[in-house]
T-cell receptor, first 110, second 114 residues
Framework: RKEVEQDPGPFNVPEGATVAFNCTYS??????FFWYRQDCRKEPKLLMS???SGNEDGRFTAQLNRASQYISLLIRDSKLSDSATYLC???????????FGTGTRLKVLA | GAGVSQTPSNKVTEKGKYVELRCDPI?????LYWYRQSLGQGPEFLIY????????DSGLPNDRFFAVRPEGSVSTLKIQRTERGDSAVYLC????????????FGPGTRLTVT
């Protein structure tokens, strides 16, 4: 089983739609969780950290479920500019190692 | 201010050759990471520096790969006896102090081994 698993997609959604991605992780001792965004042929950029209590940043909401070992990202009112690959990132507890998922590709259609 | 820069942006080399990839982190960032990204995959951790020392090199695939950061700023990833399987985009990231600080990525070096 991969350490961090994501559905690669693509998810094709119309503008204005709400879309959600999940990411599962295998190491129950993992402590830190993030969502990064990567545009085609560009470098990844931090979208948001994921806290135990969940967090929201505008149209984006991230949640953590430790019992089931997954994190989620919800995007409301999708924009064309949200089209990108969304990478789930998990930090191995007690290490400096950040494990990236393969990414979920989102395409928002006009 | 200036972000993370990497040189060269593209490198084509023949199988068996030696290559060096350079990373200039954001000024003042003590933490530096190297990743490798193949097509359709997420970045794969290679090595982490805190200052001049490699705090975690567990992601280096084998002893052909080596990285240094002699003055705690610029880092060089060195690959000996390159193989076609080494072809990938090599990404460098830096963060202020490490830990859960945001990692800022450079644009990457696309390495092609022919």
């Amino acid at each position: 089983r991969k350490e961090v698993e994501q559905d690669p997609g693509p998810f094709n959604v119309p503008e204005g739609a709400t879309v959600a991605f999940n990411c599962t992780y295998s190491n129950s001792a993992s402590q830190s969780f993030f969502w990064y965004r990567q545009d085609c042929r560009k470098e990844p950029k931090l979208l948001m950290s994921v806290y135990s209590s969940g967090n929201e940043d505008g149209r984006f909401t991230a949640q953590l479920n430790r019992a089931s070992q997954y994190i989620s990202l919800l995007i409301r009112d999708s924009k064309l500019s949200d089209s990108a690959t969304y990478l789930c990132v998990v930090n191995e507890s007690g290490t400096y190692k950040y494990i990236f998922g393969t990414g979920t590709r989102l395409k928002v259609l006009a | 201010g200036a972000g993370v820069s990497q040189t060269p942006s593209n490198k084509v080399t023949e199988k068996g050759k030696y290559v060096e990839l350079r990373c200039d982190p954001i000024s003042g960032h003590t933490a530096l990471y190297w990743y490798r990204q193949s097509l359709g995959q997420g970045p794969e951790f290679l090595i982490y520096f805190q200052g001049t020392g490699a705090a975690d090199d567990s992601g280096l695939p084998n002893d052909r790969f080596f990285a240094v950061r002699p003055e705690g700023s610029v880092s060089t990833l060195k690959i000996q006896r390159t193989e076609r399987g080494d072809s990938a985009v090599y990404l460098c990231a830096s963060s202020l102090t490490g830990g859960d600080d945001e990692q800022y990525f450079g644009p990457g070096t696309r390495l092609t081994v022919t």
